[in-house]
């Protein structure tokens, strides 16, 4: 069966570093989205991306945030200069289309750790 | 604004039926979501409803009324491996994000 893979599992890195995380949905899907969930918390939406450009994004994708489909298939989430409250769990999914019918898959998550 | 509530917990026996419940106040509706979530892992559609009554798939059964803003998760014949957080997760407005309730950490004693 398809699914979402997401790189690295684990990701540690230095308060004010850049961060790149990597996704790659599944192949025949055309809506890409980025979540996060701070551990203990619910999930939260941070972006939506479709023909290669941002169709929403939610309050916490601020400019140190950014997306990119850099070919065709992988989809990333880069932050510019993390803040320890970036430290979260952040799921890259996919979707074939956005009518109601259509489910996201979600990827296994990339652990944040900002120390 | 956006609001998703969920019990926080709930516990159940093995082989019982539990009913997991999700009200919501939304900007907009355009279908109600179900997913599971085991600790430190993604989430894995469960079910789904747009309009209003019973969704059954398997073991699991998802309702939804829309002029109450509610939505309930049936889970019959529970077995441990259900122990999970169940999170009802409604799509606002027209195919975009998800806007995720808080979830509800479900244990299954033997």
């Known amino acids: 069966e398809p699914e979402v893979t997401q790189t690295p599992s684990h990701q540690v890195t230095q308060m004010g570093q850049e961060v790149i995380l990597r996704c790659v949905p599944i192949s025949n899907h055309l809506y890409f989205y980025w979540y996060r969930q701070i551990l203990g918390q619910k999930v939260e939406f941070l972006v939506s991306f479709y023909n290669n450009e941002i169709s929403e994004k939610s309050e916490i994708f601020d400019d140190q945030f950014s997306v990119e489909r850099p070919d065709g298939s992988n989809f990333t989430l880069k932050i510019r200069s993390t803040k320890l409250e970036d430290s979260a769990m952040y799921f890259c999914?996919?979707?074939?289309?956005?009518?109601?019918?259509?489910?996201?898959?979600f990827g296994p998550g990339t652990r944040l750790t900002v120390t | 604004g956006q609001n998703i509530d969920q019990p926080t917990e709930m516990t159940a026996t093995e082989g019982a039926i539990v009913q997991i419940n999700c009200t919501y106040q939304t900007s907009g509706f355009n279908g109600l979501f179900w997913y599971q979530q085991h600790a430190g892992e993604a989430p894995t559609f469960l079910s789904y409803n747009v309009l209003d009554g019973l969704e059954e798939k398997g073991r699991f059964s998802s309702f939804l009324s829309r002029s109450k803003g509610y939505s309930y998760l049936l889970l019959k014949e529970l077995q441990m491996k259900d122990s999970a957080s169940y999170l009802c997760a409604v799509r606002d407005n027209y195919g975009q994000n998800f806007v995720f309730g808080p979830g509800t950490r479900l244990s299954v004693l033997p």
């Open positions: 999914a996919s979707s074939e289309g956005t009518g109601s019918i259509y489910e996201q898959y």
